[in-house]
Nanobody, 119 residues
Framework: QVQLVESGGGLVQPGGSLRHSCAAS????????MGWYRQAPGKQRELVAT???????NYKDSVEGRFTISRDNGKSTVYLQMSNLKPEDTAVYYC?????????????WGQGTQVTVSS
């Protein structure tokens, strides 16, 4: 059974910073893409950033230059460093991994952590 455990999040003032981490555990052979998504109240879940096994990254336009995604393959962990936070970044943030085992591909989601940007 695969588990994703997120940490980080919280309340921060505009312009502040936060760091998320998401650690995967269980019978995972290969993790392909790791990513972060978010869902604001009344809105659909949207992609924030992804990172491939080789380190290639992809960002939502509005977070480019402010957020940095990284991963530690040895620890099966993905990070999201968020800087210069804005009120519109307020949302529940979820990590997601795409992984394989014995020829099958799976995806798992973290439990979600709340980020609130407010003065």
């Amino acid at each position: 059974q695969v588990q994703l455990v997120e940490s980080g999040g919280g309340l921060v003032q505009p312009g502040g910073s936060l760091r998320h981490s998401c650690a995967a555990s269980g019978s995972i052979v290969n993790i392909y893409v790791m990513g972060w998504y978010r869902q604001a109240p009344g809105k659909q879940r949207e992609l924030v950033a992804t990172i491939s096994t080789g380190g290639s990254t992809n960002y939502k336009d509005s977070v480019e230059g402010r957020f940095t995604i990284s991963r530690d393959n040895g620890k099966s962990t993905v990070y999201l460093q968020m800087s210069n936070l804005k009120p519109e970044d307020t949302a529940v943030y979820y990590c997601k991994i795409v992984w394989s085992s014995f020829g099958k591909v799976y995806e798992n989601w973290g439990q979600g952590t709340q980020v609130t940007v407010s003065s």
